[in-house]
Nanobody, 121 residues
């Protein structure tokens, strides 16, 4: 299983950005796909997850009003649309896949390399 996150970049406060996580390997039926981020000097934090088969979605309270997760089953890709970006959203964003239902770091079975998002004020 390989995950590849992309779509990061330098944006201004208030802008939107869509991250993609392309996956390859066996079918993710029954799995959850999640997004995390890690800001400089901080721990990696959970943002959102989507159950690949059912489409059920969860968000961290800190982003639930601004971020939207979605998936394209045909392309095996999960997206994270981020609106109204703030400087404090600056971080490396990671996608991950898990067979369990948890959202802790240790629950994830596979991680993609991160993509850097920088939000200038």
């Amino acid at each position: 299983v390989q995950l590849q996150a992309s779509g990061g970049g330098l944006v201004q406060a208030g802008d939107s950005l869509r991250l993609s996580c392309a996956s390859s390997g066996p079918t993710f039926s029954g799995w959850q796909m999640a997004w995390f981020r890690q800001a400089p000097g901080k721990e990696r934090e959970f943002l959102s997850k989507i159950f690949y088969t059912s489409g059920k979605i969860y968000y961290a309270d800190s982003v639930k009003d601004r971020f939207t997760i979605s998936r394209d089953k045909e392309d095996n890709t999960v997206y994270l649309l981020m609106n109204s970006l703030k400087p404090e959203d600056t971080a490396v964003y990671y996608c991950a896949a898990a067979r369990s239902t948890g959202e802790l770091l240790r629950d994830m079975d596979h991680w993609g390399k991160g993509t850097l998002v920088t939000v200038s004020s």
